[in-house]
């Protein structure tokens, strides 16, 4: 009988230790070999031939185990001895040559099986339990509206633990797992469908997942083709809508609607969104509409671009375009009991149409209080026609004005361009106003330009009403017919005008300020800094005729006829420290004028009541500088008339004072405007108060700090001679404690202005040259220039010289030498780089790319050309796209660099590509437990989690994943001793040194 030595033990512990022993499987740096072996195992001496050999699948968590043996021979009877892990024991009947039995309730990883019989022992068999990969994972992220996040809800299988990521783009957003679910937020998400990668990263029992999915917004955006989802067919903005904004996108017409009504709390922004012959009606509180462009035609039948019933409304950023139809009534915005309204910022082009049934206003406003009207454009043609006074009050129905306010408080018009034109004019009275308020206390008007220009009669602005305060404003008011008026008062108000500039021009009659005085109706006005300026015939600078009237610190400036600076019948009237100059002709007949107080050319006119003139100055081209038919006094002023000075140039009856006026004497220096090196002279002109020279007098002028004592001539002029150089300068001129102020300017003898060129283009420095005279220089004659440090010469040709510049982009200073006058003068040269580059930052491998842009010598984009880029040795041409030439970046981290060539023009910029595996090197003690760290950034520098890092440390690779904060620990248990340990991530590595003791 064959003997056979069963040799098993040897064979099982080899097979349990390759089991135990998974190159693949670093996840910890002690390695260990594991064994198992039965002490009672012996070598034995089989009784006959029996070999048995054992089998088992793989299987996955959770699936029982089929292990089956087969024997030889196959006719052997009996049970067979299961061994599973050494640990586990079950028993099978053999039939047929074969056994089986089932484990259930498996752990996940690799498990040995051995077979026995009567001492015979099979081979051990290694089977695997895998992770589970069939499973169910499920993404459910509804559909939500533009601006609210995206809530992602995962589900696994409850038992499932761990992370999930979702990632779109370069953005990654994390989850953890509780009982199988986590939900996940994605904010700000575009409008439409958004790809995303759902990634599960597995434990211990289920393996990782991918999954693909799309998330939905939908858009608060309304276009022409969904306008019905939004609105209904009568054009009533739907109940259902649930947005705090509502964006409107593209043109809209052709929608068989001419009205939208808003009657809800919405803001409504435009995104190039144009209404055309739609109109917006505003019937509940909160509304703001902003950013549209709303266009009216005259066939439109649309009365208004937006009505406003409802509090609190704000109308911003819009583009109006109206043109009204004829006759109709027409506003750009009419607001009616709106309570708190702002306009702001609107573009507004207007154009009506109306002979004096249609009611023609840009804005109108009715009985809402705390309105803000501001910052606006407002730009407007309309008819000039009869404002309409209805019986039994005869109240005024103002049928063309830009904004027309009516019974409306705490109104505020500020800081707004308002222009109205006149484009047609009918009826008798024809007149045109551009703001008309009326009725509404504590009105604020500050820091508008309001310019306008009509025919017959035109206003700038007429208000009535209490606490009013009209100041910084700019006025500008012209008929091209009979008469015009920068600011009117009426109807019994109080308030105070200050610091606005007025201009009222006409060929008849104007009227810079205007306080009426109707019947009973007396006005309370304070008149403060303002600054009049005017021209006509008969021109009045500030009329005053209420019961209290105060002007303190205005000037007033009038050029005419019969030019009158401040006229008054006011009850009582104080001027103090007013500045007037009137200049008139006065031909013909005053009375024409059309006024109770009838023009004539003086300063100050009381027609009746009790005035005091005070530390005025007047100067007029009249006879009179103050004629009084009141009560009061004039004195402690400056008064200079066509006939004298002071006193004697009051015209008074006995119920006036006029005491202490003067001047004593006149000194008067004109401005000298001269061309260098010429002979023209300052002269100062001293007189007497009968306007006689006074001779033999020292004159003192004060020039650029210095003082140069003159003597009058018999003529009563001193002079001195100007060498100065070109430039404007201030001048005074004294006698006897009398100083007056005037100017030089003294004008070059080389006219040039500074230049801004791109490099070597056609531009060059070109430059006139004249004598003192001011004729221009003789062809051929030799001028220099000197720039960057070199003298240039050149030749006069037709007046002028020419320096071509062909210096490196920067800013210089040119130096330009008249030869004959022997002026000097500097100018600015800036050179313009045709190459515009930046030093780019960015991190390694991210998008940022090396963009240059690149421009012909006019500017404009050269397209077509090539660029030359030198990197890190390396050369590289790029053609010029759009203006624009690139080149992406791919180089490790580190400071590069960076050459730009293009004609013969080359700049260097610097290059920085930060890292995105962050190490460092590592002193330690032995075992003390450090780790080694890396840390992985994404391209805009944030932690990226989730990333697999490979560590090669003593020729072993580690592999680590990193953490919520973009790091990955490796414990280091080296031996004492200096170790190299090489970082690998993303194509990128970085060797860094461990040093233990």
Excluded at 91 to 109: C, D, H, P, Q, R
Excluded at 529 to 539: D, F, H, L, M, P
Excluded at 842 to 865: H, R
Aim: aromatic share 10%; hydrophobic share 35%.
């Amino acid at each position: 009988m064959n003997k056979k030595i069963l040799v098993f033990l040897l064979v099982a512990i080899v097979a349990l230790s390759l089991s135990a022993v998974s190159a693949a499987d670093n996840t910890t740096d002690d390695v260990s070999v594991l064994s198992s072996y039965d002490d009672n195992a012996v070598v034995s001496e089989a009784t006959n031939d029996i070999s048995i050999d054992v089998t088992a699948k793989d299987i996955t968590y959770g699936e029982n185990a089929t292990v089956e043996a087969k024997i030889i021979p196959n006719t052997t009877t009996g049970n067979i001895k299961f061994s599973l892990d050494n640990k586990i024991n079950q028993s099978g009947v053999i039939a047929n040559g074969s056994a089986s039995v089932i484990f259930t309730n498996l752990e996940i990883g690799k498990h040995s099986i051995i077979a026995s019989y009567n001492g015979t022992n099979s081979t051990p068999f290694v089977f695997n339990v895998n992770k589970i990969s069939v499973y169910n994972m499920t993404i459910d992220a509804p559909a939500v509206f533009y601006g609210n996040n995206v809530s992602a809800v995962i589900t696994l299988p409850e038992d499932a633990t761990g992370d999930v990521n979702i990632t779109i783009g370069n953005k990654t957003y994390n989850g953890k797992l509780v009982s199988g679910k986590t939900t996940i937020a994605i904010p700000n998400l575009a409008t439409g469908n958004t790809n995303a990668t759902v990634v599960y990263f597995g434990d211990k029992k289920y393996a990782n997942k991918t999954i693909n999915t799309t998330f939905t917004v939908t858009g608060n955006t309304v276009t022409n083709d969904t306008f019905f989802t939004y609105f209904g067919k009568d054009g009533v903005l739907n109940n259902d809508i649930t947005f705090s904004d509502l964006i409107f996108a593209g043109n809209f017409s052709g929608l068989n609607l001419s009205t939208l009504t808003i009657d809800k709390k919405i803001n409504l922004i435009g995104e190039k969104a144009i209404l055309k012959d739609i109109s917006l009606v505003i019937k509940a509180d909160n509304i703001s509409v902003s950013n549209f462009a709303i266009v009216l035609t005259n066939t439109s039948g649309v009365e208004s671009a937006i009505d406003v019933r409802g509090a609190n409304a704000n109308i911003d950023a819009n583009i109006f375009s109206v043109n009204s139809a004829f006759d109709k009534n027409s506003f750009v915005i009419n607001a009616e009991n709106a309570v708190n309204l702002t306009i702001n910022n609107n573009t507004i082009v207007y154009s009506g149409k109306t002979n004096g049934n249609g009611i023609n206003n840009i804005i109108r406003i009715i009985d809402s209080d705390n309105v803000n009207i501001l910052n606006n454009y407002i730009f407007a043609e309309i008819p000039s026609v009869p404002v309409n006074y209805m019986p039994p009050t005869w109240a005024a129905t103002v049928m063309s004005a830009g904004i027309y306010v009516e019974g409306s408080a705490n109104l505020n018009i500020a800081s707004n361009n308002i222009a109205i034109e006149y484009n047609n004019a009918s009826g008798a009275y024809d007149t045109i106003h551009n703001l008309y308020i009326e009725g509404g206390n504590n009105a604020i008007i500050e820091n508008n330009n309001i310019s306008t220009k009509g025919h017959t009669y035109v206003y700038g602005i007429t208000i009535s009403g209490k606490n009013f305060t009209i100041a910084s404003n700019a006025f500008y008011s012209d008929s091209d017919n009979y008469y015009a008026d920068g600011i009117q008062i009426y109807d019994n108000s109080n308030g105070i005008l200050k610091d606005n500039e007025v201009f009222v021009e006409s060929p008849v009659v104007a009227y810079g300020i205007y306080s009426s005085n109707w019947g009973d109706k007396a006005n309370n006005i304070t008149y403060n800094n303002n600054n009049v300026v005017g021209n006509s015939s008969y021109i009045y600078g500030i009329y005053v005729s209420g019961n209290n009237e105060t002007l303190i610190g205005n000037e007033i400036t009038l050029v005419g006829n019969f030019t009158t600076g401040v006229a008054s019948s006011a009850s009582t009237v104080t001027l103090n420290k007013n500045d007037i100059i009137t200049n008139g002709n006065n031909i013909g007949n005053a009375s024409k004028c059309g006024d109770s107080i009838i023009a004539e050319t003086t300063g100050v006119k009381i027609a009746y009541g009790n005035a005091t003139v005070t530390n005025c100055t007047v100067k007029t081209t009249g006879e009179y500088t103050v004629n009084t038919t009141g009560a009061g006094s004039v004195t402690y002023n400056s008064l200079v008339s066509n006939v004298g000075l002071g006193d004697k140039t009051v015209q008074a009856n006995n119920n006036t004072i006029v005491a202490n006026n003067g001047p004593k004497f006149l000194i008067d220096v004109p401005e000298l405007v001269k061309i260098y090196g010429s002979a023209d002279k300052l002269i100062a002109i001293l007189t007497d108060s009968s306007h006689n020279p006074i001779a033999n007098a020292n004159i003192t002028f004060n020039i650029n700090g210095r003082n140069y004592t003159k003597l009058t001539n018999g003529t009563g002029v001193a002079s001195m001679d100007i060498n100065l150089v070109s430039g404007s300068y201030k001048v005074t001129a004294t006698y006897e404690n009398t100083t007056v102020e005037s100017s030089i300017i003294v004008t070059p003898t080389i006219l040039a202005n500074d230049i801004v060129k791109f490099y070597r283009n056609d531009t060059h420095f070109v430059a006139k040259f004249t004598d003192s005279n001011g004729t221009a220089l003789k062809d051929n004659t030799t001028v220099k220039f000197n720039i960057n440090g070199v003298f240039y010469k050149a030749n006069i040709t037709n007046g002028t010289a020419t320096l071509r510049i062909w210096l490196n982009p920067g800013k210089y200073v040119l130096t330009a030498f008249n030869s004959v006058t022997g002026e000097e003068l500097g100018f600015n040269v800036t050179v313009l780089s045709t190459v515009i580059t930046e030093n780019l930052v960015k991190y390694y491998k991210n998008e940022s790319q090396f963009v240059v842009k690149v421009l012909n010598g006019d500017g404009t984009p050269a397209n077509g050309t090539n660029v030359t880029f030198n990197i890190n040795g390396v050369f590289y041409t790029k053609e010029v796209i759009n203006g624009t030439a690139t080149l992406n970046i791919n180089l490790y981290p580190g400071d590069y660099i960076i050459t730009t060539m293009y004609g013969k023009y080359a700049v260097g910029n610097n290059v920085t590509v930060l890292p995105t595996l962050i190490t460092k090197d590592l002193d330690m003690k032995f075992q003390d437990g450090s780790n080694f760290t890396a840390k992985t950034l994404d391209g805009q520098g944030k932690p990226l989690a989730n990333q697999n890092i490979t560590f090669n440390v003593n020729g072993v690779f580690y592999n680590r994943t990193t953490d919520e904060n973009g790091m990955a620990n490796l414990l280091i248990r080296l031996n004492p001793g200096k170790y190299i340990i090489t970082s690998i991530w993303n194509e990128y590595q970085v060797g860094r040194t461990i040093t233990i003791a």
